[in-house]
């Protein structure tokens, strides 16, 4: 059998330009999703429409991941449940698939919001100074109040920023099932949620924010799948070591330690919902604040 001829210089220019114009019409249309300017169902419904379309060779993960509050773990999870193998396009579906993923997407089109939300991240990312300003700035979010065995910082107040208490009281709210979630942070203090409060403000229709670490994130999905998490991320790796350096509230041991630390933290991003980076802290607050208003799947 004689080799197939090389297509012509042309064609392969052509070929080219084609691919390109439809990798940028793939991620107009994420975008188009992800700034929510069009829901996912309209772009899963043109597709099915328009075999042709950029819509209709959209994989249907990356439909998926482009809706705001679905990470990669709540979609591996929803492409498993739908029976849609991850290499499917949206054009591709058979009837039976484009049902179930219609039904999916209407029912989270009208679901309820989404009114806990987690968020963590690395040290030093600035987690407290973006909690700070949505307790400042959106008094109907309920900021939950850690409870924690360490001493307070300079300008910390009780009862607002921490808890502050003894081991012992920390062991008897543990005994008792008053945390959410706790955990021993930097080998060394103990942290934890007082799930109480966040049971009381959720019952009355109010919106609340978890300010923990990693650890204390999976915990909550766990217990409350319903949550939302939030990863936030420094602008890069060397303004986090700045930032970190900067505050001087620890020795340079200290620092070394929680540097390491902040490697294995950034490592875990991909098991959050959604990524926020924390350019700026009244931009970065918004945008949580706002995820308290996206529906949610159940």
């Known amino acids: 059998m004689s080799p197939r001829p090389a297509p012509p210089e042309v064609d392969r220019v052509a070929a080219a330009k084609a691919a390109v114009a439809a990798r940028r019409a793939r991620a107009a249309v994420k975008n188009s999703v992800a700034d929510r300017s069009r829901t996912a169902l309209d772009v899963a419904e043109t597709g099915w429409n328009d075999p042709a379309s950029a819509e209709a060779t959209l994989r249907v993960t990356e439909l998926l991941t482009s809706i705001p509050t679905l990470g990669p773990t709540r979609v591996a999870k929803l492409m ?9 396009r949206v054009g591709g579906l058979g009837s039976r698939q484009r049902v179930k993923l219609r039904e999916y997407l209407v029912t989270r089109a009208g679901g309820e919001p989404a009114r806990l939300v ?31 065995t360490r001493s307070p910082r300079p300008g910390e107040v009780d009862g607002v920023h921490y808890y502050f208490v003894s081991d012992e009281e920390f062991d008897r709210k543990i005994a008792a099932g008053e945390l959410l979630e706790w955990a021993t942070v930097h080998n060394s203090y103990r942290y934890g949620t007082p799930r109480p409060p966040i049971d009381e403000a959720l019952a009355a229709g109010r919106r609340v924010l978890l300010e923990i670490d990693l650890q204390g994130a999976r915990l909550v999905r766990q217990a409350m799948p319903e949550a939302i998490l939030v990863f936030l991320l420094p602008p890069t790796w ?10 001087g509230t620890e020795d340079a041991a200290e620092q070394s330690r929680r540097l390491e630390t902040a490697k294995v933290e950034m490592a875990a991003q991909d098991e959050f919902d959604v990524k926020v980076v924390n350019h700026d802290v009244s931009e970065a607050a918004r945008e949580v604040v706002e995820l308290m208003a996206v529906p949610i799947s159940h």
């Open 80 to 88: 498993d449940t739908l029976a849609i193998s991850d290499r499917k």
């Open 118 to 148: 987690v968020l963590a991240g690395p040290t030093a990312v600035g987690k407290g100074t973006v909690s700070a300003y949505i307790r400042e700035n959106y008094p109907d979010v309920l900021l939950s109040v850690s409870a924690t």
């Open 238 to 247: 060397e303004e986090l070591v700045r930032r970190l350096i900067g505050r």
